[in-house]
C-alpha cells in the first residue's frame, strides 16, 4: 500500500528526492511518516507531514537540509533531501498513521502502515 522510491548513491553535498505513494489510502487524510534505519540500529525519526494540512516536523539532525511536500492529487509525499551527509546514510521507510497526534508523529509506533524502505547512500 505504501511504496517508497528514489534512493541511490549520492556524494555528501548532494540532494535526492525521496517519494512515499500510498494506494488505498489518502495521503491528504493521513499523517506520512519518514523514518530510517542503519544496519545494527533502531529506526529513527526522520520527519513527518501531518493530515490536513501542511504541518512538519523534522529530527534536529535533518532540520533545515530537508524538507517534506505532499500532492494530493497523486497521493504523494516527498521528501527533499539537501547537502547530504555521510551520515544520512541508511535504509528510509516512509510510513502512515490516520491516527496519529502531533505530539507522536515521532514515535514508530503511531504508524499502521509501512513501506518497504529504499537506500540512500551518501559518499564522502
Known amino acids: 500500500q505504501l511504496q517508497a522510491c528514489g534512493g541511490a548513491l549520492v556524494q555528501a553535498g548532494g540532494s535526492l528526492g525521496l517519494s512515499c505513494a500510498a494506494s488505498?489510502?489518502?495521503?491528504?487524510?493521513?499523517?506520512t511518516g519518514w523514518f530510517r534505519q542503519v544496519q545494527g540500529k533502531e529506526r529513527e525519526f526522520v520527519a513527518a507531514?501531518?493530515?490536513?494540512?501542511?504541518?512538519?516536523r523534522f529530527a534536529d539532525s535533518v532540520k533545515g537540509r530537508f524538507t517534506l511536500s505532499r500532492d494530493n492529487a497523486k497521493n504523494t509525499v516527498y521528501l527533499q533531501m539537501n547537502s547530504l551527509k555521510p551520515e544520512d546514510t541508511a535504509v528510509y521507510y516512509c510510513?502512515?498513521?490516520?491516527?496519529?497526534?502531533?505530539?507522536?508523529?515521532?514515535?514508530?509506533?503511531?504508524?499502521?502502515?509501512w513501506g518497504q524502505g529504499t537506500l540512500v547512500t551518501v559518499s564522502s
Open positions: 510510513s502512515l498513521s490516520e491516527r496519529v497526534i502531533l505530539s507522536s508523529v515521532y514515535r514508530e509506533s503511531a504508524y499502521d502502515y
Open positions: 488505498g489510502r489518502s495521503s491528504r487524510t493521513s499523517t
Open positions: 507531514i501531518f493530515r490536513g494540512g501542511s504541518t512538519t
